[in-house]
């Protein structure tokens, strides 16, 4: 699906970027073994340098810096919708849940970031898988009633799907156990979602 690999590839490039970002800034992110982190732990050759597992990597900690922003748009989409009058009740309701459903992610996602002493500098412009441009969001807040409904169910979509990319992503590649089970509940939210907005979008 066209729509899907675009968004593959915006989310592959977005982690090479925060990853860079990472590094520029000289963060003590510690890496493992893996695909992403590319450092050798292990045994030395006199076995006195074993090197303690870390309980996070890059992928995690990419994942959250991305998401983190991802969230943000998410509720300011939503916020949009529930600042207008005359929509279809069905589409507030999604609204007010995805709002509810995103925001405490969002401070949980920070508080990973304070304890692993990473910050958000150097995030801002990044491309992020699904994200909207700023005409796509001044197109949303621009919208009649009637005409909202539809593109934030069009929107939302395509913004949930690269939510759920990059989420299945971290859950192969990341270590850190609770930022892979956050991952693992956004796909099961996001999914049951996207469906209820493919089922509203057809009968709206």
């Known amino acids: 699906m066209k729509v899907r690999r675009s968004i593959r590839d915006a989310i592959g490039a977005g982690i090479i970027t925060a990853a860079t970002v990472i590094m520029l800034a000289g963060c003590s992110v ?23 597992e870390p309980d996070r990597n890059m992928s995690d900690v990419a994942f959250t810096m991305m998401m983190i ?3 943000e748009q998410a509720i300011e989409m939503a916020d949009m919708v529930l600042s207008k009058e005359g929509l279809d ?3 507030v309701d999604l609204a007010g849940r995805i709002k509810a459903g995103q ?22 412009g990044m491309d992020h898988g699904g994200m ?11 919208a009649s009633a009637p005409e909202a409904n539809r593109l934030f169910l069009e929107q939302m979509i395509e913004h949930h799907l690269g939510a759920i990319e ?10 850190h156990v609770p930022t892979v089970d956050l991952a693992r509940r956004i796909v099961i939210a996001q999914e049951a979602e996207i469906n209820e907005m493919e089922q509203l979008s057809r009968v709206l």
């Open 30 to 52: 510690t890496v493992d073994s893996g695909p992403v982190g590319g450092m050798n732990h292990g045994n030395g050759s006199d076995g006195n340098s074993r090197t303690t």
């Open 132 to 142: 909207l441009s700023d005409a796509d969001m001044d197109a949303l807040e621009q």
């Open 103 to 124: 925001a405490p992610e969002i401070v949980l996602m920070e508080s990973w970031l304070d304890e692993w002493g990473v910050g958000m500098d150097g995030m801002d």
């Open 89 to 91: 009740p069905r589409v």
């Open 69 to 71: 922003p991802h969230h």
């Open 166 to 175: 990059m989420a299945e992503r971290e859950i192969d590649r990341g270590r």
